[in-house]
């Protein structure tokens, strides 16, 4: 079993920035890729980008060029740095492999 912990969310102006991370214990060498996901009030949750260990990157067009995945392999931790956020950015943000799920942390943009 992999174990998810996000941290990073927190409140920001239009236009700034934010680093998310999420850092794996348990069984991680089981893990092929990691994910973000994000969910807003009253929406379902959506993908947000994805890494694989090869480091291959994939984003939502949502993100694209504003966002950024990044993955420190020796520590088990992958990264989201986001810039230019808007206030459509605002919802909890997940972190993901292909059989767990992180608690949660949340981002607010704010007009």
């Known amino acids: 079993q992999v174990q998810l912990v996000e941290s990073g969310g927190g409140l920001v102006q239009a236009g700034g920035s934010l680093r998310l991370s999420c850092a794996a214990s348990?069984?991680?060498?089981?893990?092929?890729?990691m994910g973000w996901y994000r969910q807003a009030p009253g929406k379902q949750r959506e993908w947000v980008a994805t890494?694989?260990?090869?480091?291959?990157?994939n984003y939502a067009e949502s993100v694209k060029g504003r966002f950024t995945i990044s993955r420190d392999m020796a520590k088990n931790i992958v990264y989201l740095q986001m810039n230019s956020l808007k206030p459509e950015d605002t919802a909890v943000y997940y972190c993901?492999?292909?059989?767990?799920w992180g608690q949660g942390t949340q981002v607010t943009v704010s007009s």
């Open positions: 890494i694989t260990n090869f480091g291959t990157t």
């Open positions: 993901k492999t292909r059989t767990s």
């Open positions: 348990g069984s991680i060498f089981s893990i092929d890729a």
